[in-house]
């Protein structure tokens, strides 16, 4: 199996190699990775994507970008990885697991610096702290998967939005996690998959590596929800999250605040499932939440036909942010957040 994101090599001359997800579902490609300039832009058009994905390219970016440095002096790799470290946070502003795992980084670095490491250790240092987080995502999403096959019944309609799978994560996703881990219980489930406008990430993904797995798979217009839901053909929805605040209010794909409201009209529970690498304890809650502002072309040329008059006006965000009260539970690997506020969240997250 190809996996979502690998590194090939030593800290100095390795690369990192990932599947290009702007190619699928028609095409399976691998991309060499070989500069941070190449990882930054990566992440910005969305070859690899999903928070966590996000954050272990931007980890694995990082080393990237200090190979040329080897031979600095200690003062000037410092300057050049803060630069390094900056840029890299720089590409996307929404998912907070990359700025989550370039704090890893830096915080890794700083440890070494007080003990005099060399250059030399400082970038195997980052090599082997960005395989960390790439393993430990790993870990968290079986985990976050375990928790959740409890909360889905044998031969349920499940709702996912964007792609919470495998691509978006070192492997097994969150979202799709909590589906795979009952259907590997032997629950047979029925899947509806939003589409996801623009970039069609549930059409594209989802369905994709539902497919894959040989689950029962249905892609609907994200317009369509209300009505497969008033059909009865929805008993649970689950999606990923891009960042959790405080209080348990939830960014994520531009569209899931609407599918939450319309399964609240239709009193099924809107489970989330994210690592605690997607919370953000700093954000008393989601007003704070920083909302990606997207190409235009996105909607205007959506995969390369114009759609929209010349010079149309387009107002394109890329996330929103659903209000706590909407959420039934939050699912990691910890547990099962519920109900959703404040002091449950910091429960559960300063417990572990
Ligand atoms: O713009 P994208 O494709 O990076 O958005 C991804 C999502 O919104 C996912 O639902 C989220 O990152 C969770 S991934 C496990």
Avoid at 181 to 203: F, I, M, N
Avoid at 230 to 240: D, L, M, N, P, Y
Avoid at 265 to 281: G, N
Wanted: net charge negative.
């Amino acid at each position: 199996m190809v996996e979502t994101l690998r590194w090939v090599g030593d800290p100095d001359g390795g690369r990192l190699w990932l599947i290009d997800q702007t190619r699928l579902p028609t095409e399976m490609v691998e991309i060499e990775i070989g500069t941070v300039e190449e990882a930054w832009e990566a992440i910005k058009s969305l070859r690899i994507r999903g928070a966590p994905a996000i954050g272990i390219a931007a980890a694995y970016g990082s080393v990237l970008g200090m190979q040329p440095f080897g031979n600095a002096d200690r003062d000037d790799w410092l300057a050049h990885f803060r630069k390094t470290t900056d840029y890299l946070a720089g590409s996307r502003p929404t998912a907070v697991n990359l700025f989550w795992a370039l704090d890893r980084q830096r915080a890794r670095v700083d440890a070494l610096v007080v003990d005099d490491a060399d250059p030399q250790e400082l970038q195997q240092a980052l090599l082997e702290e960005a395989e960390k987080i790439h393993a430990e995502d790993r870990q968290m999403c079986r985990a976050i998967g375990r928790w959740g096959a409890d909360l889905l019944k044998h031969q349920t309609g499940v709702l996912t939005h964007c792609n919470a799978g495998g691509l978006a994560t070192a492997d097994y996703g969150t979202a799709l996690a909590v589906i795979f881990a009952a259907a590997e219980e032997g629950k047979c489930l029925s899947v509806y998959a939003d589409e996801t406008r623009p970039l069609l990430q549930g059409a594209r993904l989802t369905a994709w590596e539902l497919q894959q797995r040989d689950i029962d798979v249905t892609v609907i217009c994200d317009s369509m929800a209300a009505q497969v839901m008033r059909e009865g053909k929805i008993q649970a929805v689950v999606t990923g999250a891009d960042r959790i605040a405080s209080n348990g209010d939830v960014a994520n794909k531009i569209g899931t605040y609407q599918v939450a409201l319309v399964a609240a009209a239709h009193k099924i529970p809107f489970y989330v499932a994210a690592p605690s690498s997607t919370f953000d304890l700093s954000l008393a809650d989601g007003s704070e939440i920083p909302i990606e502002q997207r190409d235009a072309r996105e909607i205007t040329h959506g995969f390369g036909r114009q759609t929209t008059p010349d010079g149309m006006k387009v107002y394109n965000p890329a996330f929103d942010v659903t209000p706590a009260h909407l959420v039934t539970a939050i699912i990691c690997e910890h547990g099962v957040i519920d109900p959703v506020d404040t002091a449950q969240v910091e429960k559960m997250l300063t417990a572990h």
